[in-house]
């Protein structure tokens, strides 16, 4: 007993490992970089207010004729260019609701509240590219962002070929929230790469085997006719009923044919891709 004790212990075990750790697979999850909901990636703006005008006037002065004959400096006092924010605002506010206002009064509709809150939104969201700790001007933006998504989610209900005409005018998108909230962990998220990895693994040796099988075709149909052939030839010679009949080898020959014809024209395909790259 103490022999086999000894035995056992001088000879040194080996541990074959059956399974694959992580490191094998070689996936790597990064954790999703989380966007502000101030964003316009979040809030839906797909696209930015256009750039001002150094022209233009301030609403007040437009039909001022004394600044027709003033001097430069002067006009440039009442440019919108040098002016205060709320003046620049309140121009983009009134040219965004002009295009969908169903009248020369309209400033009460669901269409002008949008656009007109979707003109604020977007000077706030350049406002806060520019100042990116500006608390005030962040809570005004995240509140009339959510006020904005209330009335588009009213209208969606109500009166959905208008909701779908008003998002086409303002370039907008609405994302509704989720039914339910869902957390993103690695875990979960570490399966499902993993689960892509198979299949896409599995896909990939299946082709390969595939390819295997469609390289064996031709040789095995080059057998198949000798043998058919060989059994005919001895089933006539000895005058038994035929089980080769001659519709069956010449159905294996044309087969056999259209598979060297696609062999050749692949691999005349291959070369001439071979020859391309190595003369560029």
């Known amino acids: 007993m103490n022999k086999l004790l000894n035995i056992a212990q001088a000879v040194p075990r080996q541990f074959i490992r ?32 256009p750039p001002l005008n150094a022209d233009e006037v301030i609403l007040d002065y437009r039909d001022c004729k004394e600044l027709e004959n003033a001097d430069d400096t002067v006009k440039s006092l009442f440019k919108l260019c040098n002016s ?13 609701v002009k295009e969908v206002q169903r ?10 509240k949008l656009a007109n809150m979707t003109a604020i939104i977007r000077r706030y969201q350049e406002h806060m590219d520019k100042h990116p700790r500006d608390k005030m001007i962040k809570v005004r933006l995240k509140e009339l962002i959510d006020k904005r998504k209330k009335f588009l989610k009213y ?14 005018k303002l370039d907008l998108v609405y994302k509704p929230p989720p039914a339910h909230f869902h957390w993103i962990t690695r ?8 689960d892509a990895y198979c299949e896409n693994l599995k896909e990939q040796r299946l082709e390969a085997y595939h390819k295997e099988l469609q390289a064996q075709k031709i040789p095995f149909l080059e057998d198949a006719i ?23 080898i010449e159905k294996s020959r044309k087969e056999l044919v259209l598979l060297i014809e696609q062999r ?4 005349a395909v291959t070369s001439k891709k071979q020859d391309e790259d190595s003369f560029n």
């Open 103 to 112: 009248h020369a009064q309209d400033y009460g509709s669901m269409e002008s």
């Open 226 to 248: 000798r043998k058919m052939e060989f059994i005919r030839k001895e089933q006539i010679s000895c005058d038994i009923p035929l089980t080769v009949t001659e519709e069956q």
């Open 84 to 96: 205060a924010n709320h003046l620049t605002t309140r121009y983009y506010r009134d040219q965004m």
């Open 187 to 194: 875990k979960e998220s570490l399966q499902k790469l993993t």
């Open 155 to 168: 209208l969606r209900r109500w009166d959905y070929p208008r909701f779908e005409w008003i998002l086409e």
């Open 18 to 49: 059956e399974y694959a750790f992580k490191s094998d697979l070689k996936i790597k999850w990064v954790r999703p970089e989380k966007i502000s909901c101030i964003k316009p990636e979040k809030s839906g703006d797909l696209s930015k207010l």
């Open 264 to 267: 050749d024209a692949a691999a």
